[in-house]
């Protein structure tokens, strides 16, 4: 079946100091990805996605390309703030479903 | 931007009691919404997908007798545990779907931490 692997987390970061997120998947045909973040108190929020082989997703900074031959959406951030700090998860959804499946989640603290 | 409401955000109850949680979509109509359950430090696991008018797919391993499912209008689903027990202690958390078919925008609930004691 379909699976989503993160790196587990904390992860623990002073501000302006780049963060990876690693993601791989395994799933039959093209699945979309995606990053969603959840803030302290706060429910799941789309923060990229990408629908395609070498499709990049960005959004506040973050990227993730979705590479095939790896099998991997990794979210990247070149300078990280405290208001960065949350919980992200990776997802995909198969082309013609309905579902998401998500990775296991990755907690970030950013410290000033 | 479109907003999905749950509630409540927690709930304490007494073993072999029953709990509901709505989940509510806000400002458009959901003919599909989905009910995950977030396990301590583990990812979010679908149990059910909820449509609109008819009955809800459950996950395989997901007991539709004691998780019922009710989406009985477009912007309202429904999860109550009946006759809760301490295992059934989590994190739900609801989303849905905006109209568009399977690739239109999701937005998530905040979610209901449930304790049984």
């Known amino acids: 079946g379909d699976s989503v692997t993160q790196m587990e987390g904390p992860v623990t970061l002073s501000e302006e100091a780049f963060l990876t997120i690693n993601c791989t998947y395994t799933?039959?045909?093209?699945?979309?990805l995606f990053w969603y973040v959840q803030y302290p108190g706060e429910g799941l929020q789309l923060l990229l996605k990408a629908t395609k082989a070498d499709d990049k997703g960005s959004n506040k900074g973050f990227e993730a390309t979705y590479r095939k031959e790896t099998t991997s959406f990794h979210l990247e951030k070149g300078s990280v703030q405290v208001s960065d700090s949350a919980v992200y998860f990776c997802a995909l959804k198969r082309a013609a479903g309905n579902k998401l499946t998500f990775g296991g989640g990755t907690r970030v603290l950013v410290k000033p | 931007g479109a907003v999905v409401s749950q509630h409540p955000s927690w709930v304490i109850c007494k073993s072999g009691t029953s709990v509901k949680i709505e989940c509510r979509s806000l400002?458009?109509?959901?003919?599909?919404m989905f009910w995950y359950r977030q396990f301590p430090k583990q990812s979010l696991m679908l149990m059910a997908t909820s449509n609109e008018g008819s009955k809800a797919t459950y996950e395989q391993g997901v007991e539709k007798d004691k998780f019922l499912i009710n989406h009985a209008s477009l912007t309202l689903s429904t999860l109550t545990v009946t006759s809760a027990h301490p295992e059934d202690s989590s994190f739900y958390i609801c989303?849905?779907?905006?109209?568009?078919?399977?690739?239109?925008?999701?937005?998530f609930g905040n979610g209901t931490r449930l304790t049984v004691t």
């Open positions: 989303s849905a779907r905006e109209p568009g078919g399977t690739n239109s925008p999701l937005h």
């Open positions: 799933a039959t045909g093209y699945p979309s």
């Open positions: 400002d458009f109509q959901a003919t599909t």
